[in-house]
């Protein structure tokens, strides 16, 4: 199995940055995609970046310009650099990969936990 974990959340002001780690551990044949998610209290899951293992990105309308999301493969680990944030970015944000266990399973898509980001006007 996979586990994705998520660090580097924490509070800020509107207009400050904050930088997501996400690092995949355990045993596991390859990663395809990776992406955050997030949830804001009371809304439901958002989707906020994908990045293939080619290093295509894609962003949702919300965050473009102002977030970047990078992998390491080697490390196993997807970043979300986080800029001009604003309170609507408050929400708690998730980590997923499209995992393969082994060469002749299917992807699976594995979560982490989630770290708490909270923006403050």
């Known amino acids: 199995q996979a586990q994705l974990v998520e660090s580097g959340g924490g509070s800020v002001q509107a207009g400050g940055s904050l930088r997501l780690s996400c690092a995949a551990s355990?045993?596991?044949?390859?990663?395809?995609?990776m992406g955050w998610y997030r949830q804001a209290p009371g809304k439901e899951r958002e989707w906020v970046a994908r990045?293939?293992?080619?290093?295509?990105?894609n962003y949702a309308d919300s965050v473009k310009g102002r977030f970047t999301i990078s992998r390491d493969d080697a490390k196993n680990m997807v970043v979300l650099q986080m800029n001009s944030l604003k309170p609507e970015d408050t929400g708690v944000y998730y980590c997923?990969?499209?995992?393969?266990?082994?060469?002749?399973?299917?992807?699976?898509?594995?979560w982490g936990r989630g770290t708490q980001v909270t923006v403050s006007s």
């Open positions: 355990g045993r596991f044949f390859s990663i395809n995609d």
């Open positions: 990045i293939t293992p080619g290093g295509n990105t």
């Open positions: 997923t990969g499209t995992v393969r266990l082994a060469l002749v399973t299917p992807e699976v898509v594995s």
